[in-house]
Structure formats: C-alpha cells, structure tokens
C-alpha cells in the first residue's frame, strides 16, 4: 500500500537548499552531470520518482560522466579513511583473510591495467569471496560488455546510497 504523503527523509531532501542536496548527491555518485539531472528534477513525490531519475541519469552518462562517477569509487577492500558509505558497503571484506586481501589487490590491479579504471560492484551484502569471484569472472569480459556491467553497477549503487539518504529517519 503505497502512501500518499512524501516520506520524510525524502521531505528533506526536496527541501534541501541547492548548495546541500548537491553536496549530498556528490557523495552519493561523484558524477557532476548525474547530480545535476536529479537536482533539476525535484521535488520528488515517492522515492521511486528518484531511484527511477537516478537510472535515467546514469543512462544518460557519457564515457567521461562514467570516468568522473568511477574517480569518486576507491578499490574494492581498500575503502577511503573517514569515507563511511564505502567501508559500509565493502563491509564483506572487513574481515577478511590476508590471502583474500592479497588476491583482491591484485585483482583490483589486473582490472585497472585492463579497463583503466576501478572494478565497481555494488558490494552492499557480498563476501569477500563474491567480489574476489565477481572480478576475477569480469576480467574475463569484453571492454563494450565490461562498459554494460559497469554502468549497471554504478545505477544498483546509487540506489543503495539514495535509499540510505532518503529513507533514514534521522536528520
């Protein structure tokens, strides 16, 4: 049963001056083109309206919007100090095995040196041995079919941190 009053997180975020919802959508995606497609689409009524802005968003990126949102990604089991979204979500390699660290370094490196770019996976409920499995299987991929994972990737992504935005009750 759906509701018909905007749920409050997501109140907030429409009410949010420009300066702040853009600040926050930058640490949703670092992509500058996505979050100015989502600023110039509120306010949002239901958070289905945005998940689905979002999604046009990132298939709207260029190659070089996709090159910006995957800057603003560090290395699978690597996450940024003081960046909380990332260590929560790589959360699966947390604690992990120093063989398992070792094997998910070097992939991280293979895949760079392949793609030219970070490996990206939403890797929000996986374990260190599924993102150690999913980049060793994309390394086998093709770069147009590698593009199509990564771009689908960054989409399941941004969802979760939207969701984590807009549907949490605290301010």
């Known amino acids: ?5 905007t749920p409050p997180g997501l109140a907030r975020f429409n009410a949010l001056d420009e300066r702040a ?3 926050a959508l930058h640490e949703v995606c670092a992509c500058a083109v996505w979050g100015e497609r989502l600023l110039a689409a509120r306010p949002y009524a239901a958070c289905e309206d945005l998940y689905a802005a979002s999604d046009a968003a990132v298939a709207g990126l260029t ?3 996709l090159r910006e949102a995957l800057a603003g990604h560090p290395p699978i089991g690597r996450p940024r100090p003081g960046d909380p979204a990332s260590a929560r979500e790589q959360r699966g390699m947390a604690g992990a095995p120093d063989r398992l660290r070792a094997e998910m370094l070097r992939l991280n490196r293979a895949y760079q040196e392949k793609f030219g770019h970070v490996f990206l996976i939403c890797a929000t409920g ?3 041995e599924q993102l150690r499995d999913a980049a060793e299987e994309r390394l086998g991929n093709p ?7 990564v771009r689908t990737e960054l989409g399941r992504i941004n969802r979760v941190r939207l969701a984590r935005l807009v549907e949490e009750e605290t301010a």
């Open 63 to 65: 190659a070089a919007d």
């Open 143 to 149: 770069p147009e079919r590698e593009r199509e994972i």
């Open 1 to 5: 049963m759906t509701s018909t009053s």
């Open 126 to 128: 996986r374990t260190g």
């Open 21 to 23: 919802a853009r600040a």
